[in-house]
């Protein structure tokens, strides 16, 4: 298994920054990467149909070194941290982990990172693509908060799919089966320290682990490797088909600095009752009442297969372009063209018919749908 990725057509210097995993990644045939967090991040390794298949009816596992960890401890640790979103973390308890958003003062979202509570003092935050250490620097330092803020040598791999649990027990014995979701706990294979939670991008069973030392990365990954070979665990990158069809919302593309929860979804995480402030409490109160202008709505968009978007396409309602496509592809599970749409609220009512403007094939005609599209109550991943 060799080199099958000519980095040469985006590395330039030493500024892109690899995971532990990377050498591996390259051995077991990676084709493409991306830029994550200003790192190298596989997005492939087969055919995306093929991909999507190995996880939804088997294993897959995800090199996602590049979600950083920034961790907040010291003295005011929670106080900062429950600063920072509008979701209420009184009652996140060590060992719990929290889906959370990031806001900006005006209600715009800067992140949406799974939080993990180390200890009373000491908090993780697993982030998306965006800057977090520079916004929560300049904030403590503002507030002259006494925290610690710092990016962690910290590297996830993420396993997942119906067969994740069988992968696992192999790997760290079967008290791991015991693991609510969203929790996680601390352990270590052959020496290697580890983290693993119950927590995962694909809307299928699965779970993630948190490398603590980067200089075991490829002796992680031929590990888990070897105990997945018995369930045909397969590498591949993200499924950005599964986590459409799961409602998973991806930053940076269906969700922005100048987007806030309600738009896209995500306002059951504004917990506006607690007595706490956070950062955007006063704009989110007042969106809250007022309502929102726009919003992101699942829809299905007729005719022929559509391979994902690169751009986000121009929508159109009357003949007038009212908004954008953020994410689209073709659900082989669906056999249907699905994604995601930011459109005016008054034309987020399922059954509104759209035009969508994709680029080298021309105008389909595209509906308003209830979203997630399979699975609304996460029966999958929490089974």
Known sequence: MGS???LSLVQRGGRLRRTPFFEATQRYGARGYTVYN????????????????????????????????????GPQAFEFANLLTPRDLTDCQVGQARYVVITAPDGGIINDPVLLRL?????????????????????????????????????????QGPKSKGVMQALLAETVLDLPYYHFTQTELDGIPLILTRTGWSGEVGYEIYLLDSSRG????????????PFDLAPTGP???????????????????????????????????????????AALSRIAVEGVRRKLVGVEIEGERLEFNMTKWPVSAEGKVIGRITSAIYSPGLRKNIGYAMVPTECSSLGTVLSVEVPEVGERRATVVRKPFVDPEKEIPRA
Do not use: C
């Open 38 to 73: 200003h790192m190298l991040f596989p997005i492939q390794f087969d055919d995306l149909e093929a991909e999507y298949w190995k996880l939804v009816q088997g294993v897959t596992l995800w090199d996602v070194g590049v979600e950083r960890q920034v961790e907040i401890s």
């Open 4 to 6: 099958v990725f000519d």
């Open 119 to 159: 200890a009373q003092d000491r908090f993780w935050l697993a982030l998306a693509d965006s800057d977090v250490l520079l916004w929560a620097k300049g904030l403590a330092h503002v507030l002259g908060m006494q925290v610690e803020l710092a990016e962690l040598d910290v590297a996830p791999l993420q396993i």
């Open 218 to 229: 490829t002796d992680l990954w031929e590990r888990v490797m070897e105990a997945g070979r």
């Open 239 to 281: 499924s950005d088909i599964r986590r459409i069809e799961a409602g998973i919302l991806n930053y940076g593309a269906d969700m922005t600095l100048e987007d806030n929860p309600y738009q896209v979804g995500l306002g059951w995480m504004v917990e506006l009752e607690q007595q706490a402030d956070f950062i955007g409490k």
